[in-house]
């Protein structure tokens, strides 16, 4: 491994890190806008179910998108980790959790839970509202 592949991998992990925190903000505008329409007022009974359905479907793709960008991430930093290891280089790519304790420092409990894990969460409870408004349109 030369260090261009190194920083090819390097630039390559920092492209799906940008991509994974995107799909959760334009989930987030595409699920207000639908779930305005599915609860409005105005809306009538086919719109609301439409864009509730499409509420739901929407945040089953993000979720399943930022999951496989979390993934590649993830496996281009140990990729990373491990080629700094071998290399005796400092391990800039290792966990958080090393280096936390390299630093000498503690990881508070909140910091512990994973962020993706919250945001998956998020996203699915946006999912069942779109398919809770589906559902009171089409009953």
Excluded: K
């Excluded at 592949?5 to 799909?23: G, P, S």
């Excluded at 993000?62 to 496989?68: C, F, G, V, Y």
């Excluded at 491990?82 to 959790?97: C, L, Q, S, Y």
């Excluded at 630093?103 to 909140?110: L, Q, S, T």
């Amino acid at each position: 491994m030369t260090i261009t592949q190194y920083q090819i991998l390097a630039t390559r992990r920092q492209a799906f890190d940008t991509l994974m925190w995107q799909v959760p903000a334009l989930s987030l505008t595409a699920q207000s806008f639908l779930l305005s329409l599915a609860y409005g007022a105005q809306s009538s009974s086919l719109a609301a179910a439409v864009a509730g359905l499409l509420s739901t479907i929407v945040s089953a793709m993000s979720i399943q998108l930022l999951l496989r960008q979390r993934q590649n991430e993830v496996t281009d930093s140990v990729l990373l980790h491990r080629i700094e290891r071998d290399h005796g280089w400092p391990e800039i790519f290792a966990t958080g959790e090393f280096r936390a304790r390299t630093a000498g420092r503690v990881r508070r409990r909140v910091i512990r839970l994973r962020s993706y894990r919250i945001w998956t969460g998020g996203l699915a409870l946006f999912g069942i509202a779109g398919f809770s408004a589906f559902l009171r349109a089409v009953l």
